[in-house]
């Protein structure tokens, strides 16, 4: 039975966790980022993979760096067959590159060589992509640069938000990877190499532009929408309030000025933006939960307001 060493942190890598482990695969310990401040209260917290881990009663090591010869020497000691990494966090050096026979491999939330980087889900919605997936990759030391054992697509819903995708694309990626292992660690899939001038980065998003400016195009703010939420989200002003948008669509007609909430009705909350209207479906007012428009509706008057600074 080869021996795996399993390398992430986020929620996201917790179905390839569970999917290795119930295959039977050996996982001679895990990998994730040590606790980090959580909450209100900022108590420190372990990842969603170490309390996993911990359910299923697998070693569980907490490296601040795998860059130290300690850390080397640690992984080195487990003798793995190979690393498998989904969302770890942490930069993996050469020496942990090359060290494992049949390599580091990676789980990637996008067709490579499109969104390499730490936010490709997002970046896939922002840009209006129809298609998505997941790529499973031999890890080289670029950034997601490596060649590609296997890749499958799925289609982005036109109202699906970034943590629906999200979930959908972390299902895709565990069974991929247990179906594309057993050929890995065996010797009968050999990589492609990506086309590094088709390749698009996505890089971190901050959390400022999450603002919504409504003279920008409704199809641009609509996709903000959906890809930032849950987290950060995207977020305006009604006068001293500050809400979160979930959910929304962009449509073509429009009346008043950008940030004008011109219609108003149970399908939606329409808002005038520099081209088009964006319909809000989703929202959370302040210390509220997430409701439909027409829950938000139901206490509230907002037909002729102005959203925005």
Not at 285 to 306: E, H, I, Y
Request: aromatic share 4%; charged share 25%.
């Amino acid at each position: 039975m080869p021996r795996l060493v399993f390398a992430g942190s986020s929620d996201f890598a917790v179905p390839a966790l569970d999917a290795l482990a119930d295959a039977d695969w050996e996982i001679c310990a895990v990998l994730t980022q040590p606790d980090r401040p959580a909450g209100r209260r900022r108590r420190p917290a372990p990842t969603p993979v170490r309390s996993r881990a911990r359910e299923r009663g697998l070693h569980v090591q907490t490296p601040l760096t795998l860059r130290t010869p300690a850390a080397v020497d640690a992984l080195a000691e487990m003798r793995p067959d190979a690393v498998v990494v989904v969302d770890y966090g942490l930069i993996l050096p050469p020496a942990v590159l090359e060290l494992p026979p049949a390599g580091c491999i990676n789980g990637h939330a996008s067709l490579l060589p499109r969104w390499r980087g730490a936010a490709p889900i997002q970046h896939a919605i922002l840009a209006g992509d129809v298609l998505t997936g997941i790529s499973i990759m031999h890890m080289d030391e670029g950034l997601d640069t490596g060649p590609v054992y296997k890749m499958q697509s799925i289609e982005i819903g036109a109202v699906e938000t970034g943590g629906e995708l999200r979930e959908r694309l972390a299902q895709l990626c565990a069974a991929l990877l247990v179906g594309t292992l057993p050929g890995i660690l065996a010797g009968r899939l050999e990589p492609r190499p990506q086309d590094d001038t088709l390749a698009t980065y996505a890089g971190k998003l901050d959390p400022a532009v999450a603002e919504m400016d409504w003279r920008i195009p409704a199809t641009t703010l609509a996709r903000q929408v959906r890809a930032f939420a849950p987290r950060p989200g995207a977020w305006t002003r009604r006068g001293a309030e500050r809400i979160k948008l979930h959910r929304a669509v962009a449509l073509a007609e429009r009346e008043g000025e950008p940030g004008e909430v011109w219609r108003t009705g149970p399908g939606g909350i329409d808002v005038a933006a520099g081209a088009g209207s964006v319909r809000v479906l989703e929202l959370q007012p302040p210390g509220g939960r997430v409701m439909s428009a027409r829950d938000f509706l139901n206490s509230r008057t907002v037909l002729g307001q102005r959203f925005g600074a």
